[in-house]
């Protein structure tokens, strides 16, 4: 499920991630209880919990204890909300990191922080990169991880790139983890019962695997490592480590460049 931000009212949704909307007067008898801010943690909730498919003004109203009609007075609609979600989300992020061992380390923890991010909103990787939200959170990201790589001393025309291909790997790499965590649930079967079945078939219709595929074989021995932590299943560990394996080889590049 792909959600593409930016396509409720453009000046209405602008003003709310920005905070230009104009207060409403005051008006005489008790205070609402309802406000963009309560409404957008609401929807964070919902999302968190349920995923982005059971989001809908009318189950952050029933999490509020009202109407989903109680809520368009702060919020048009659905679309400007999610819009409005991404963008508070984000905010959870450091926007400063150490940089006295230099930009690597502080690109790593960026990198770090921003997956385990993306693993406790899973639904936030479903909103679409084709068109950004615009917030001042989505440019406070940006603004940070671009402030770590401009120590690189990378011309402007090449850190775009080395930006954009950090993204990538992250978003890549969480949105693994999240899958992991979400199949069991999904599709009622562990990873472990899933794979003890299909591998054992996989031997039997194509006994000669490793002779027509001897390159994904070699490739396959490489995984042959003990896990690190029971807890953890052995999936997300492999993702963990694929993740390492590929950060560092995107910022040895960006060393070299």
Same mark, same amino acid.
């Not at 502080?106 to 997956?115: I, K, M, Q, T």
């Not at 932590?229 to 560990?237: A, F, I, N, R, S």
């Given at each position: ?8 009212? !453009? ?11 104009? %207060? ?22 919902? !999302?968190? !919990? ?64 921003? %997956?385990?991010?993306?693993? %406790? ?18 440019? !406070? ?15 402007? =025309? ?22 992991? %965590? ?37 490739? =396959? ?6 896990? =690190? ?6 999936? =997300? ?21």
């Amino acid at each position: 499920m792909t959600v593409y931000a930016g396509q409720g009212d !453009a000046r209405r949704t602008m003003a709310l991630l920005w905070g230009t909307e104009e %207060r409403k007067e005051a008006r005489p008898g008790p205070k609402p209880g309802l406000s963009v801010g309560v409404i957008v943690a609401a929807g964070i909730e919902v !999302a968190d !919990a349920e995923g982005m498919a059971a989001l809908s003004m009318r189950a952050v109203g029933e999490r509020l204890g009202r109407t989903a009609m109680a809520l368009y007075t702060y919020v048009p609609g659905k679309t400007e909300l999610v819009d409005l979600m991404y963008d508070r989300a984000l905010g959870e992020l450091p926007t400063s990191y150490p940089v006295q061992e230099g930009w690597r380390s502080a690109a790593v923890a960026w990198a770090h922080d921003l %997956r385990e991010f993306f693993v %406790r909103h899973p639904w936030v990787l479903q909103v679409s990169q084709a068109r950004p939200v615009l917030g001042p959170n989505e440019f !406070a990201m940006i603004d940070t991880v671009t402030g770590i790589l401009r120590g690189t001393g990378l011309p402007p =025309e090449r850190l775009r790139g080395v930006v954009a291909a950090l993204m990538d790997v992250v978003r890549g790499a969480a949105r693994t983890v999240a899958e992991t %965590r979400q199949a069991p649930s999904a599709t009622g079967v562990s990873d472990e019962e899933w794979w003890r079945a299909r591998s054992a078939l996989l031997l039997e219709v194509a006994p000669d695997f490793a002779g027509r595929f001897p390159s994904v074989s070699w490739l =396959e021995r490489g995984d042959a490592v003990p896990t =690190e932590d029971g807890d953890v299943p052995y999936l =997300e560990q492999v993702a963990r480590r694929t993740f390492a394996t590929s950060l560092g080889t995107l910022l040895d590049g960006v060393t070299a460049r």
